[in-house]
């Protein structure tokens, strides 16, 4: 049993988790002469190890190894005596990856060329088209988007609009459409504004729009105590960017040394100097304010500027009308010295032409263009070489001072040197992006797997630490992490990589054998049956109905940058009516869109690198009787009765290609066509009426959009 050396603080601080690990050789306890706390053997644990290039199983099945990471796979299963499933058809395989890379279904004439090209490198080019779309950047930045807690208002206290939240979402559908290399993204969003200067505007721009990463999280913007707040804030800054990219719960040390993973109180505080010497608000006063750098543009300064000139013009008239009229005044009164309240002497004419010219002021006013801004952080007044810890999490109680630096049992190589008139801020992103890091590239290729197969290779992709899960295939995860980086940090080349192999292509069917030994599918022996998103559901009811609008980026919040989500009344007037992709509908904390909520989107307010997919009664109920699935209903019926001269049998065939990407069976034919036939006859005397024949037809179309297959993938 390893020796437990217990930090002593006028009493026994004791931990009944941190023992039973320690008696279980799952962790060391141990003091230095500052008698901290670290409960994990860092020399051991797994994800603070070196990323290895794992060697490539052999395996006894050759003929199933498409790619390396097919022989990870499949060496563990033959370990087990499993073996893996069957292809998957090629209708269920282009629509699990049109929805999987796109967040779209594929419509029925993409699905007939894939059927009909039978050359062995089809899906290959299907993968790269995909690749290509601008849909790809809309579907795998909403991935990102959870990740970095997205949202377009503050939620918590005062429930303000983030006005310019958008333009960081926007950047980052923009960076995935791209292929912007991970290692360049991250350093982006945690220090764009510190990077080598540029003449490029749009580089520029595009660097300060990343740093919304920063801002972007919840604040408590009336808080009194304005010491609290600015901690609370590098508080939440630092829990995500540990969360984010470490797969690190470093905020729990703030207020002791973590429980588990090697985290002290000191390191917590080295990494809140690097923050606290950032700008995060502006103004602390009253309702806070969060600093947004001008991303200006040419055109936007004239438009400013003209603004700027119509209103000093339609000011001017004002005034010189009512120069003019108390000019006449004086005149008719015979005397220098106007009334007390002149306009009341003034002639109805003369009035009804101040007050139409006030009116238009006040109509001017309100078409003023919001100033061309984006949420972001800069350079504080004052670089802190040094910071106290703040004890027990307090900053009116303070301990010693620590300098920055990153934490110490993530080190590799010569630690990163901070320089004195900079926050940190680059060294720490440097540091983060450079290959030898243990975690950056795990982390990330962990989310893609995820993302792409429903459970990460690590089960708990925003915790690496000691109550993590730990790998399910340790050494595929290393190899990937490996090849993720000597392929230039590239996202698309590890989607290439993973959807290309035999371990993507499989069918959902699996063996009742292998749920009894796998029921999570953790060894990957079959495709894991996967729900459709949130965002990707409510798109699928506009893409069928023939509503949905492609239109790319831009602000969506109807609401002025800093005005209250919430008004006096505590109703929200926010619509999510739109028939824009869901990527572009607000994000309102602590009031979702209601087909968010009932399809378990994320808690915008934290990182979230998995979503649940429960199964709940309110879920159906929804998707029987709400509007947006009526309204998809109808347009669905109505596209399908568009062509003139199709016959039923050719509406039911388009109808099932829509929804589900497949041809109607015998049995589903014959159903439909009696339900039609019943349905469309009005009175029964075998005369079609046209109305009795659309809601036979938006009842049907109900009915498939109502029904599991429209909402899970194969």
Known sequence: MRRCYMKML?????????LLLCLLGEATLFADDKAVLIPVKTSSFWALQAVSNSAVPAVRNKVWVRSSVDAFILATLEQKGIKPALPADRRSLIRRATFDLTGLPPNPDEVETFLEDRSPDAFARLVERLLASPRYGERWGRHWLDVAR????????????FGNAWRYRDYVIRSFNADKPYNLFLIEQIAGDLLPTTEDLTLRHDRLEALGFLCIGPKLLAEPDKMKLEMDIIDEQIETFGRAFLGATLGCARCHDHKFDPIPTDDYYSLAAIFKSTRTMDDLATIAKWHEPSVSTPADIQIQKAYSERLAAQKTSLTNRVSEANRLLLTALGTNALPREPERQYSS????????????LKALEAEAPEPASTMGVEEGTNILKTIQVHLRGSHLTLGKSVPRRVPRAMSFGPPPEFGERQSGRLELASWLADPQHPLTARVLVNRIWRWHF??????SPDNFGLLGERPSHPELLDWLAHRFVLDGWSM???????????????????????????????LLSHFSLLRLDAEEIRDNLLSVAGKLDLTMVGKTIPLKNREFVFNHTSKDATTYE????????????????????????PDPSITSGNRAATVVAPQALMMMNSALVLEAAEG????LLAPPHSSDVQRLLQAYLHAFGRTPSVLERRLAETFLRSSQTAQGRGVVSESARLEAWITLCQTLLASSEFIYLN
């Open 492 to 522: 698309k080349s590890m989607h290439r990589l993973l959807m290309l192999s035999s371990t993507y292509q499989m069918s959902v069917n699996g063996s009742r054998e292998v749920e009894d030994v796998d029921p999570e599918n953790a």
């Open 636 to 639: 669905f019926a109505k596209r």
């Open 150 to 161: 997205y949202a377009d208002s503050n939620g918590l206290d005062e429930n303000v609009a």
């Open 10 to 18: 006028g009493f026994l601080t004791f931990s009944w988790a941190g």
């Open 349 to 360: 004419n003369t009035v009804a032409q101040i007050e139409a010219l006030r009116t238009a």
């Open 454 to 459: 429903g459970r990460g290779l690590v089960a």
């Open 578 to 601: 739109s028939p824009r992709r869901a990527v572009y509908l607000p994000v309102i904390r602590n009031h979702l869109y209601d087909l968010f909520q009932q399809f378990d989107y």
